[in-house]
């Protein structure tokens, strides 16, 4: 993989999804992140850092849950793609917490069973919700704000 430049303004990874952190120059910078196929179970903590990020790709991953505020502080976030997951199965309260800029979460073709009440709220610029092919999907209390 070629170098990374100082002045990145966007990043596409998957392999080398262990080397982001918050010490790089271009860190902050990042509006795009590409993790799609990335052998990760979990959400990177060092997320919540980029604060210039706008479209996140954790497709076709193997994260089993979306924990409570692993989004927060991300407030340019317009598109999270969270599709082909087969191993998510749980999106807890607050997952998408405090999100004012997005848009478009894709949830398709993942295998939930569980979506806790929480889940949507306070996000006032949703306007594509993708959860299609979900067959076991359990909306507990789902509200959407």
């Keep these: 993989m070629e170098p990374l ?22 860190y902050k910078k990042i509006t795009k ?7 990760i179970e979990k959400i990177p903590e060092s997320l919540r ?17 979306i924990k409570s505020g692993i989004f927060t502080n991300l407030p340019k976030l317009k598109e999270l793609n969270l599709s082909w997951n087969e ?3 749980t999106l807890h ?6 999100l004012p800029s997005l848009e478009k979460i894709d949830l398709s ?4 069973t569980e979506i806790n009440d929480g889940v949507f709220v306070n ?7 993708y959860i299609s092919t979900n ?5 507990v209390g789902l509200t959407l704000h």
């Design 5 to 26: 430049k100082e002045n990145l303004k966007s990043s596409y990874y998957t392999e080398e999804y262990d080397k982001i952190t918050e010490n790089h120059p271009w």
């Design 109 to 112: 073709s993942t295998i939930l």
């Design 49 to 65: 850092y980029m604060h210039s990020l706008i479209k996140l790709d954790l497709s076709d991953t193997r994260i089993t849950e």
């Design 33 to 39: 992140l590409d993790l799609c196929g990335a052998k």
């Design 135 to 139: 067959s076991q999907c359990l909306a």
């Design 93 to 98: 309260a607050k997952a998408f917490h405090n």
């Design 87 to 89: 191993s998510l199965t």
């Design 123 to 129: 996000l006032p610029n949703l306007k594509e919700l």
